[in-house]
């Protein structure tokens, strides 16, 4: 068997495309869209990841709000950085790039952002939302985590339904695997997910009997084509520097062995999948929010928080 490809970049064009309908369709009401983004430090992947977040924008027609600050930034100078992003009118939702440098309390300046402005969808404001969000049509939701929202998307559009079909999700971190099992199992999404992590004393008995496999680990190869259900969907997440190439690029290697080409039915490459789905997500978060503004749903949360609704 050779797999079939959950191509992320073909996906994420045409999800660009529709965005920048409704990008323009906001701008004739007088909105335009702005990302904002907060980068401390010069580490070279988290420039490079901003950068392309803002060229996403670009395509679409939304603006770009863009903050610096150097690695020795104190927690209260970041924090009035977020401050400065939740005030300013121009900016629709804004993301502080991961990691911030050692020693900074993540959690408690993902915490100062406006859950409103929140377009990584990981304000707890937000993740709560999402808890008791579990049937959608009584409770909107805020937005959603990049990652997974673009993992489930990229499966919708290739044809590949999760309802009832077993998912196993390797890896319980935040960006990813913990809200992936949340958004999996919704009502109306439905599917039945076992959440595993470096712990899970069986991980390739638990991996075999899954229809659809996501891999966000960080381990290079993990995943082993013995470990795959025959004709399973299998995304791979995951991504680990491995070293550099003599043009001083960074080399890349995913959670998933080429091998598992030969056995599953689909298969997301790495690079071309689930990074361009995440990186359109983002900016759908945004056109999101603004069109939210301007027509909120009478019980989405933060609107109902705030009394705005
Ligand atoms: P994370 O918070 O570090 O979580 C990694 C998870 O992997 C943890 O739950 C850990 O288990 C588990 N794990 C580690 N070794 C394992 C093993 N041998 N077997 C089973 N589970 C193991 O990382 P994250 O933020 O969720 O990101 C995961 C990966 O996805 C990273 O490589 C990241 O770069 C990548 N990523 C890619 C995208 C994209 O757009 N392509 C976006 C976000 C993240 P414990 O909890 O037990 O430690």
Redesign the pocket.
């Known amino acids: 068997m050779s797999a079939i490809k959950l191509d992320g970049n073909a996906t994420a064009a045409a999800i660009k495309d529709e965005l920048r309908e409704r990008v323009s369709a906001l701008r004739t009401k007088g909105v335009t869209p702005g990302l904002g983004t907060l980068l401390v430090g010069d580490d070279g992947a988290s420039r490079s990841y901003v950068t392309g977040k803002h060229r996403d924008c670009a395509e679409v027609g939304v603006a770009s709000i863009s903050l610096e600050l150097p690695a020795s930034a104190s927690f209260d100078e970041i924090a009035d950085a977020v401050r400065e992003l939740n005030d300013n009118p121009q900016v629709t939702a804004f993301i502080v790039q991961l990691p911030l440098p050692p020693g900074i309390d993540e959690n408690a300046i993902i915490g100062l952002i406006d859950p409103a402005k929140d377009a990584d969808g990981l304000h707890p404001e937000n993740l709560g939302a999402l808890v008791l969000g579990v049937n959608p049509t009584t409770v909107a939701p805020g937005p959603l985590p990049c990652?997974p929202a673009?993992i489930i998307e990229l499966l919708n559009r290739h044809g590949v339904d999760v309802a009832r079909k077993h998912v196993a999700v390797?890896?319980?971190?935040?960006?990813?695997?913990r809200p992936l099992g949340l958004m999996l199992s919704r009502k109306g999404t439905d599917a039945t997910v076992t959440l595993?992590?470096?712990?899970?004393p069986d991980?390739a008995a638990e991996v075999r009997r899954a229809d659809v496999v996501v891999a966000?680990?960080?381990?290079p190869h993990?995943v082993k084509a013995e470990w795959i259900k025959p004709g399973a969907a299998v995304l791979d997440?995951?991504?680990?520097r491995t070293g550099t190439t003599s043009q001083g690029r960074a080399k890349l290697a995913g959670?998933v062995d080429p091998s598992v080409a030969d056995v599953a039915g689909w298969l997301s490459p790495n690079p071309g999948g689930?990074?361009p789905m995440?990186r359109a997500m983002l900016v759908a978060n945004v056109v999101d929010i603004a069109e939210r503004k301007l027509a909120p749903h009478p019980s989405a949360p933060y609107a109902t928080l705030k009394g705005t609704s």
């Not at 390797?170 to 990813?176: A, D, K, L, Q």
């Not at 997440?237 to 680990?240: E, F």
């Open positions: 990652t673009g390797i890896g319980r971190g935040i960006t990813v695997g595993t992590h470096s712990r899970t991980l966000a680990v960080g381990v993990l997440v995951g991504v680990t959670d689930v990074g995440t």
